[in-house]
């Protein structure tokens, strides 16, 4: 099966810092990978799909990039209602697998 | 607005079954493919199982492969997983999704509010 590899696993930011989290797949899966934002007590959210694609509503600090097997989701200027748990997820083909998830914070 | 009601959690002994129903709201249900998916409290989220927009095709994470099944009722708007030889490592909070595509192979925009199974004796 595909891996999806997160890093970092957490981290510390100040407000209107620039984040940067990676996922890592173990083979390659074009751009068929997502996105996810969990706030504390809450289900997820779609951010963005199609590696790049951002869904409806989401705002425009959010951006993913990559293809193949490297991937990034990019706050641009992190904000005090972006700490949450983050999440990729491939969904080329079964089984849909998700990273480990990115803890954000804020310093 | 999208909406997806789901029911049927609780808590059950070890090696009995539990059935857990998504009846969704504000879409053309059959025109979507519907995934589960469950989150240990405190942990990551973890993938169970999926079916495209008729059931013809469906996928299980290897844990639940042969014990829990996914169906739908299109004509009722409603997803069903039925789980059966529940295990303690099944405990989790269930969540189900609507898919972003008619098949399987798609990611998750819209979310169930979740329900607790908790495998217990």
């Known amino acids: 099966d595909i891996q999806l590899t997160q890093s970092p696993s957490s981290l510390s930011a100040s407000v209107g810092d620039r984040v940067t989290i990676t996922c890592r797949a173990s083979?390659?899966?074009?751009?068929?990978l997502a996105w996810y934002q969990q706030k504390p007590g809450k289900g997820p959210k779609l951010l963005i799909f199609s590696a790049s694609s951002l869904d409806f509503g989401v705002s425009s600090r959010f951006s993913g990039s990559g293809s193949g097997t490297d991937f990034a989701l990019t706050i641009s200027s992190l904000q005090p209602e972006d700490i949450g748990t983050y999440y990729c997820?491939?969904?080329?083909?079964?089984?849909?697998?998700f990273g480990g998830g990115t803890k954000v914070e804020i310093k | 607005e999208v909406e997806l009601l789901q029911s049927g959690g609780g808590l059950v002994p070890p090696g009995r079954s539990l059935r857990l129903s998504c009846v969704a709201s504000?879409?053309?249900?059959?025109?979507?493919?519907m995934h589960w998916v469950r989150q240990v409290p405190g942990k990551g989220l973890e993938w169970v199982s999926s079916?495209?927009?008729?059931?013809?095709?469906?996928a299980y994470a290897d844990s639940v492969k042969g014990r829990f099944t996914i169906s739908r009722d299109n004509a009722k708007n409603t997803l069903h997983l039925q789980m059966n030889n529940l295990r303690s490592e099944d405990t989790a909070l269930y969540y189900c999704g609507k898919g972003t595509g008619v098949v399987l192979e798609s990611s998750v925009d819209y979310w169930g509010q979740g329900t607790l199974v908790t495998v217990s004796s």
């Open positions: 997820q491939r969904y080329k083909r079964p089984p849909l697998t």
């Open positions: 079916a495209n927009y008729n059931a013809d095709f469906i």
């Open positions: 083979q390659d899966i074009s751009t068929s």
């Open positions: 504000g879409f053309t249900f059959d025109d979507f493919a």
